[in-house]
Every structure is written in structure tokens, then in C-alpha cells.
């Protein structure tokens, strides 16, 4: 059996986007939860709290590598960059070399492409979709995207366990590389926002209620504790 190391990490966070910004921010207790005022329009949603991430598409991103992505695959793509430049391996010939996979987890693709399918059931019209409209929704466009955008074509591993998605993606990479299969392995996870994704909660009477002290959630050790966040 092979050792298995980390060579390079990356994030994209509410907190931050680079290490010394997510330290710092832990450091000084900021959670980077927002009150979402969009969210008004939504009739019965109760939380309005999230924690988003500051990004936007890079701009050395062409319009052709991006057709493909919604927002959730180009997180995935770019912190991948990121993790791959800080291992020494961004543009090193070992990424197309078939010795390198991915094995990376979402909980589902893009909205914006499910919202494209949704129009057709509800309008009886095929004119919302397009050419990416699936590959922007399909439960494995992260690892899928990844693969492509850097060639690499060695195993390609999608996980989808909810809120273990990424965890359940590193699991599966470092027993790749263990048991001999792959050299080297990408591994992570990646998730947009969306209000859908906290009406799941909110349906189950998990989500924080504290709309107007979003400095004040979550606080999961507090007696006053009164339900979780999304970010």
C-alpha cells in the first residue's frame, strides 16, 4: 500500500478565498453570514441567514471553458487551480499523464440549469434549454468539469452524500492513491447557494431564525442556539 500525502489545498469560503483571509477571520470571529434581503420574495421561507462566497467567473476563463460550467462546477475548476498551483502541479505534464484522477463531491449540479429543465415541465417548451443546460445540472458536472478543463484523464470519481459530499470525495481519493490505482488524486467539493437549498432545512425546523443578527449565527455550544446556517 502506497503513502498518502497533501501536497497542495485551496478554498473558496464565506471567510475568505485565501488562507492568511480565513485565518485572520477565524482569529477575529467572522462568519461571513449575511442577512439574504432577496430572499423577501420567497412566501413561507422563514430563515433569511446564509453565508456566500465572493467570486466571480476569473478572468482568464475563456467564454469556450466556461460554456459548460454554472456556478458550482467553476468553483470547483478555479479552487482546483488554486490547490494544483500550490502543490507545484498546475501546468506539469503528470496532470494528462493518466496517473492523475479527480474524485470530487457535490450534493447536486447548478441551479441555473435545473431552473432551464423546470421552465420546459412547467411551459410544455423545449426553448429553455440549450447544449450545457444538462451538463450545467448533472450531479457530477464538479469532477466531470475539472477533468476537462485540465485534461486530465485518469479515474474520474463523483460523490453526492449531502452535507459529506466533499469528505466522502477525499475518502475515496486517498484510497485511490493507497491502493496503487492512481498516483495522484484531485479531491474536494464544491456547492452554490440557493435559497432552495435552505428551504430543505427550513422545512425540517433545523435553520436559525436570528434574521436581524446574522453576527449572532450560528452558534451551535450557545443555550440560545436556534438552528444552522447554509454557506
Sequence with gaps: MKRVVITGMAGLTPIGNDWATVA?????????????????KYEGLNTRLAAPVDFTRPKHYTRKQVRGMGRVAMLATYVSELALQDAGLLNDPILRSGRMGVAYGSSSGSFDGLIDFTKMLLNNDKGSLNATSYIRMMGHTCPVNIGLHFGINGRIIPTSSACTSSSQGIGYAYETIKYGIQTLMVAGGSDELSASQAAVFDTLFATSLRNDEPHKSPRPFDKDRDGLVIG
Design 24 to 40: 485572520q477571520n477565524l482569529k477575529t470571529q467572522t462568519t461571513g453570514i449575511q442577512t439574504m434581503n432577496d430572499w423577501d
